[in-house]
């Protein structure tokens, strides 16, 4: 089954090579789902590659192939018009059935959360506030409540499966059990990846990696600011 945002993209791209033989490039994938950038793009495309809706052909660019359509479908591509949309009139909108989370989103949705910027998972680095961009994720990654994404800077976390250049989703939240990975706030200036333990009147920050010790701190000095749910990879 896809997701809604899947379902319009491959929609858009069979249209798309339909009118003008040529597919759509991301830029115009990304306008044209109203998406906040082209990483969201990137991962709706894998996504239908992996389910055989389309195929990329190598060594060509703008080069994408639709296999299969879904299978209600096939009718209706067969040059209907189709409905409009905020970005554009070439997505056609499909009817899904929508279980709304206590935010009341869709549960077939994918997801926008803020990009926060970058995140240590070695030395702490200065505690990132701002906003730098929106992160299209899988619903299946939000787990009600507030989330937001860091990029990772370091590898003091290899051996939990967290790289240098992974995207962390991470929810909101200053609770925390013993063993969660999660941004701790030091001093109430430099943000860090780390896991958890609790011990007495102390606080361990942890490292997934022998080359980095583990760090005490007093728990005044520490603050949870959210725990990891999830992880982004991309590969060049």
Not at 109 to 135: K, N, S, W
Request: aromatic share 4%; hydrophobic share 40%; charged share 25%.
């Amino acid at each position: 089954m896809l997701t809604r945002k899947q379902h319009e993209l491959l929609l858009f791209i069979h249209r798309r090579i339909s009118e003008s033989g040529i597919s759509p490039s991301f830029d115009e994938m990304k306008e044209a789902l109203n998406l906040a950038s082209k990483s969201g793009v990137h991962r709706l495309v894998t996504a239908l590659e992996e389910r055989g809706f389309i195929r990329r052909l190598a060594h060509r660019a703008r080069a994408l192939e639709v296999l299969k359509l879904p299978e209600n479908q096939g009718a209706q591509t067969q040059g209907a018009a189709p409905a409009s949309s905020a970005a554009s009139g070439n997505v056609v909108q499909g009817a899904f059935a929508r279980t709304p989370d206590p935010q009341g989103r869709a549960a077939s949705e994918d997801y926008d959360v803020p990009l926060l910027g970058r995140i240590a998972a070695g030395v702490p680095i200065e505690a990132i506030q701002h906003e730098t961009d929106r992160l299209t994720v899988p619903a299946s990654m939000i787990r009600g409540g507030d989330h937001f994404a860091l990029e990772v800077h370091g590898d003091s976390m290899i051996e939990a499966g967290i790289l240098d250049g992974d995207l962390v989703i991470i929810k909101r939240g200053d609770d925390a059990i013993n063993g969660d990975i999660v941004v701790a706030l030091v001093d109430e200036e430099e943000a860090t990846l780390k896991r958890i333990r609790k011990k007495g009147g102390t606080i361990a920050l942890e490292a997934a990696n022998p080359a980095y010790e583990t760090r005490i701190f007093g728990p005044d000095r520490v603050r949870v600011q959210g725990k990891l749910v999830g992880l982004l990879r991309q590969y060049h």
